[in-house]
């Protein structure tokens, strides 16, 4: 069984921004806790998905709120802790292992954290394959795993325990809980077993992120392009293809807090002049790119703001005018495009009018 | 032990209603769903204060929302039901009978719903000693019984559990989570034993919505002025002091839906044109009487918004610009008047500059 040292949490913190596709919250942040947690309890086993046990219970965990609240909302530290246990204790059974619900920023971060301090093994997979907004946007959902009980704990020890059958009011509750606790909050839920975990996750993603980090990590180090290298990095992995939208300056950020999410558009102008501005829609992720009204990548294909000279991946709450980027478009794995799971989290799941269109189509 | 019948629920209604000072919900409504539960289940048993064993346990229950949202958003009947099995599984202990949290309006009329449904006594006694607009402002807080767990049900069968170590913080979650839930919920809280029961409830106050009602119907049947017998029938209770504060018409009604609550001003003008306008001021219930700025009657104290000729209590949402009106002051028992109590509902509770001042000093 692979491990996750301190060593590899810059790298994954890097690859859970990007895979974040601007939302996910600040990787700085999560870094922090999770680096804390690993030196208190020591490394964390990361667990294959294909080894996951039939019999064992999983329960998927991370953080909920705007991610620009949680540069000023900073976390005790203790608020996942408490959500698991609450967890356990409705549910009656203690857990074997803790999967993500997404892949991205603090939430790649946070079931590290919670693995660390109970010494559970962490799987590598997750429920998005990538961040999404909204709590019901898994594909332990997509599925057929329920939500509920959804445990939300926040950093003053207030727990929430919500039961519902339905993912959608899971999280129309848990975004409600989660305002009245000052806008963030530590939730735990998706409880399966390993079976069914198989079945239903997203593989790999943990060890894709740390891949994406090192390999951004070793292209600066050797003062090669890191974007080329990252474009070769994923064709040797399960996302395939990843491939260049947009290279220029950040010349509008329209950006504000609504309903508990960052929404907004950020506008980008091409170097190249003889290419029209293109224009990114943002609900914490970045959720569908255009230039001149034609698509260029849409939900769930990630679509990532990355430093223009770095290739760090820029999160929603620090995009600033003036910022020179390239726009990174990346294709997602087959079990994030079947018709259910565009369904939960194609462009319509979004209120977006246009239709789905394959990243490499395009 | 007395029992309440279905004879018994119309002059509770209009009680509870007086009691609610303009809040507490539609007793209509709550009438309807208590006749329904008896029909159902039979009769349900009054337990005196004095009466309740030591070693049972007690929990109290009730609806919150906004009292507007009510006439429209019916419930379903099994919302209260839903809500103490899941407290009764959160804290492992069958309940022995249920108290409820306020007198007034429809939470009068959810306990004993609950009362005939779970076949459970429902004690002579509440929290409130009349409506207030938040769960912390209960003498069950103010003289030391933890509010949480909370559990909040709706008439979709969702159900939340709230854990906290603060009845304010309680009720803003529970806020939260009943604005989510469309705006009206019925929730379970402040489990405690009999013993504590008889030290921290306001005793009597489910005989005494009775007696108001009985008091006003055999008043109209008899052709009396039911005004003066109600005064006449205050005099005999522990409540003690009915004072007139007002007779004339509403000139002036502004009310909104505010943070889950209807808040809002009254402008009654004097039939006697010697006298200023009286102005009241909202928050669910009525919260300050004035005229010319002098207070007539302030929380806790009662302010009773009551129709000029049959005494038929007004509720906030059901207040029009045209109503002929007396308004009612009742002096509320002292376990409702310590600097204890007065710093949880007086008058800076809810945000008023004004001081306390007894009914009976005015």
Redesign the interface.
Known sequence: MAIITNEDIDDLAVGAALLGTGGGGDPYIGKLMAKAAIERHGPVDLLALDDVPDDIEVAACGAMGAPTILIEKMPSGEEIGLALR?YENRVGKAMGAIIPFEAGGINSMVPIMLAAECRLPVIDADGMGRAFPQLEMETFNVYGVPAAPVTVADE??????????SAA?AE??A???T???GGQSYIVNYGMDGRTTRRVSVPGTMSLAIGIGSTIRLALAAHRDPLADLIEFFSGTHYETARLLASGKVVDVSRREQNGWSVGVVTIEPFDTSRRPVRIQIQNENLVAEEDGRVLAIVPDLICILEADTAEPITTERLRYGQRVNVLGVKVPPIMRTPEALDVFGPAAFGLTQNYAPLEAG
């Open positions: 609450a003053q020890g207030n727990v929430v325990i919500i039961e519902t059958e009011k129309w509750l975004r409600g809980v305002i009245r606790m």
